[in-house]
């Protein structure tokens, strides 16, 4: 066995503030290094808060992960706001710090391209494991079906349902201030159905090694899914604010405060439609919408305070 | 019990209602499924547990062979982790034809237990009373010789002696202290007719191949130990079954499965590829990526594995020379050899090893690195794979329907095989 060398934990990006810092965590096959240069993004358009990139063990289960970046949000981060922005599976490692406790100073999580509301099919978890990636050049980093990390991937609604009960610890009228917790989803589409030809995203290039690899049968999968997705996930399945009936996860909890700013919201800006789940990662409007929505007290103002998101699609409160 | 009532097969329930036909699962999966609810009650398994190494999934479905694809489709819909196993799809006609051929074979109760979405399981008394006391019992086909000899599919009788050796080496998987198979009968059958039997599998390359896929799954599973299966090997090699194989029956011994053509040929023709652990994995691997690397057309080279790795997996082995022959063209595709055999083109390549050190029961993965193949970009595509440990061996299952033939090469792919596993810090 080649000994380790692992490189988990925080990393900074950009040193700020003492009383606020932004961590973007990086999704499933990947490392912290794959979600450093948008982080370097977000410090070109975010002044103040400290900027840091976070990595994890994406085999690990994602109730372990979550509970290891608290704790070390806790240590590593004594005091301050914090925001979490998660990319893809990371988008759920961040749901999950954010709600090890509820008293947890974790404001805002952002979560990007990530399953928030369903598990993932075996279509999507074949085109997960498919896809190519690019961090290092030559990194290998196929998927191992089997391990914690991914199998939870395919049940990810019955963890949240699980979180939210255990935050609600029998009070049925357990509610969370949304003033101090709120959550935003942002799409990344990739495959849609109504384009004529089928066409692979910006990070779907063939390689050579790739042209070893016939994509038909990949192509076949995706065309099977029954609606418009990025490759791995519905919009649908982004979505934190569809309305379907039944509060069923932690997010669910957080209710309006004082201030009556709206804590769930669904994010959209035409970009989104023109990548890929990896190439999203390289979409400075993507960057800047996450920025804004970080910076903006109440989204509903997010618009107006700024004039180059006048095109966003800001869900519930927005159509 | 119902199939959908087997947690990790409870999507064919929905498979089945929305086809509106009946699904029954049978062979070796409904085998190893009904041993793990008798012998380990409560237990937790998943369907990488249920379908190890080169096994695959047996279902009938109660239809025409036009609705094959359109059950595979709904059930890599609706079964999480689909891809990474081989189902084979059975229709009416096909399940009636092997009814038949089960008539006349060697009958192994525990293998003919079925599972259905429509009714309550058929498990005969002999299959029950094997699931309650562990035994493997099997019981040869008077009139085997006759069938065989009429105009069938090459067969020899001792492939169903093999059969139930893979069925033990599923038992102790199960429960390591069953009792498994008779030895004596298994033994006096052996003493009598192997020898005929192994003579002729020398003959036909069909037979020897089966021999192969049979013989390499129990090595896989149990290693090579066994009174039974240690006498059947010392047969097989002084017949010269073994050496037409090129297999050295040694313990340490890399074994290599993969599809058999009609013509006997096997899609990775190496059944003992070299296979590097620990320290000689390492260095295996500098080679291998850095060959794959140079040919992608950079000028950057590594030093250590951990230059090419994700942090979170670490390396386990590198067989770094693995052939993978061309698909036949279309007009040389042949028809299912027998009516067990999927009509369908899953296809997967299976390798086991001894293994060193700590390794992850449930963190095997591998990548397939292609050689020579120029780039003008540097990503990795994968490939599903799936591993699993059972005893002193590893093994690890690489599915192929991804894996082009190479439109504008006449020759085989040459691929390094590089075998990685979730840490386990």
């Known amino acids: 066995m080649i000994e ?44 103040g808060p400290r900027i840091l990139v976070y990595g994890y063990d994406h085999t690990h289960a994602l109730v372990r992960n979550g509970r290891v970046l608290h704790e070390r949000l806790e240590r590593e981060l004594p005091k301050g706001r914090i925001d979490l922005v998660g990319y893809s599976m990371g988008g759920l490692v961040a749901r999950l710090a954010a709600s090890e406790d509820a008293a947890s100073r974790i404001h805002t999580v952002v979560t990007l391209a990530t399953p928030n509301r369903g598990s993932l ?77 089928f066409q692979f995203g910006p990070s779907l290039t063939m390689s050579g090694l790739m042209a070893a690899f016939k994509l038909a049968a990949l192509k076949v999968k995706l065309e099977a899914m029954k609606k418009s997705h990025d490759g791995i996930v519905t919009e649908n399945s982004n979505n934190l604010t569809l309305a379907d009936g039944n509060d069923w996860a932690e997010f669910h909890l957080t209710k309006p405060g004082a201030s009556k700013a709206p804590p769930l919201c669904h994010a959209v800006i035409d ?49 | 019990m119902r199939l959908q009532g087997i947690r990790p097969l409870r999507g064919l329930g929905k498979v089945a209602r929305e086809l509106g036909t009946p699904l029954t699962l049978i062979g070796g999966t409904a085998s190893r499924a009904a041993m793990r609810l008798a012998r380990r009650p409560g237990g937790r398994f998943d369907l990488f ?47 009636a034809k092997a009814a038949a051929q089960r008539e006349m074979s ?103 191949g089966r021999f192969w896929t049979l013989f390499a799954t129990r090595w896989s599973l149990a290693g090579p130990e066994g009174p039974v299966f240690e006498t059947l090997t010392r047969m097989a090699k002084d017949v010269g079954v073994l050496g037409k194989l090129n297999f050295d029956p040694r313990s340490d011994a890399p074994i290599g499965l993969s599809k058999l053509s009609r013509a006997g040929l096997f899609r990775a023709p190496q059944l003992t590829p070299e296979v590097f652990t620990g320290p ?41 020379w693995v052939t993978i022959e061309k698909l036949p063209k279309d007009g040389e595709v042949s028809k299912p050899v027998d009516a067990f055999e999927s009509g369908l083109d899953d296809e997967f390549i299976q390798l086991s090893w001894p293994h060193q050190g700590r390794i992850s029961k449930s963190g095997l993965t591998a990548q397939l690195l292609p050689y020579g193949q120029r780039s003008s970009s540097t990503s990795f595509s994968s490939v599903p794979a799936v591993g699993g440990v059972v005893g002193e061996r590893a093994w690890i299952r690489i599915r192929l329907d991804d894996l082009s033939d190479g439109q504008d090469s006449t020759g085989p792919t040459t691929a390094g095989l590089v075998i990685l596993q979730a840490r386990h810090d």
Request: charged letters at 30%; glycine letters at 6%.
């Open chain 2, 49 to 95: 547990d249920l379908v190890p190494f080169s096994s695959d999934i047996d279902l009938e479905y109660d239809d025409g062979p036009e609705r094959g694809p359109e059950v595979l489709q709904a059930i890599h819909e609706r079964v999480p982790f689909a891809s990474w196993f081989r189902w084979s799809l059975i229709d009416r006609e096909r399940a």
């Open chain 1, 121 to 197: 099919s075996n279509t999507e978890l074949t085109a997960l494991g498919q896809i190519g990636r690019q961090a290092f050049e030559t990194l290998l980093s196929p998927l191992i079906p089997r391990s914690e990390g991914v199998k939870d991937l395919t049940k990810a609604r019955e963890i949240m349902r699980r979180r939210r009960k255990r935050l609600m610890n029998g009070d049925r009228a357990f509610t969370l201030d949304g003033d101090k917790r709120r959550y935003v989803s942002i799409p990344a589409l990739w495959y849609s159905e109504d384009k004529a030809v």
């Open chain 1, 271 to 319: 970009d989104c439609d023109q990548h890929d789940h990896m190439s999203v990662l390289r979409e400075e409007a993507v960057a800047e919408l996450v920025c804004a929505l970080i910076d903006t007290a109440d989204w509903r103002n997010l618009k107006t305070d700024r004039p180059g998101l006048v095109n966003a699609r800001l869900h519930p409160f927005d159509i």
């Open chain 2, 106 to 208: 060697t009958v192994v109760p525990l293998r003919r237990i079925r599972f259905s979405t429509h009714c309550p399981p058929e498990i005969s008394p002999e299959a029950l009373s094997d699931l309650e006391t562990g035994r493997v019992s099997f019981r040869r086909h008077p009139r085997f010789e006759a069938f065989a000899h009429d105009g069938q599919a090459p067969d020899a009788e001792i492939f169903g002696l093999m059969m139930a050796l893979n069925v033990e080496a599923d038992m102790r998987a199960v429960d390591g202290a069953a009792p498994g198979l008779d030895e004596t009968d298994a033994l006096e059958w052996l003493q009598k007719d192997g020898w005929n039997d192994l003579v002729r599998i020398l003959g036909d390359p069909r037979l020897i």
């Open chain 2, 280 to 320: 000689q994995a390492a260095s295996s691997f500098i080679g291998v990526m850095n060959d794959v690397i140079g040919a992608m057309g950079l000028t950057r080279r590594i030093k250590a594995p951990e230059e090419a790795i994700d942090p979170s997996l670490e390396l386990v082995a590198v067989a770094p």
């Open chain 1, 4 to 47: 380790p060398a692992p490189r988990h934990g925080l990393r900074e990006v950009r040193p700020g503030s003492d009383s606020h810092a932004v961590v973007v965590l990086h999704g499933i096959r990947q490392t912290a290094q794959d979600v450093r240069p948008f982080a370097e993004m977000m410090s070109d358009r975010l002044h």
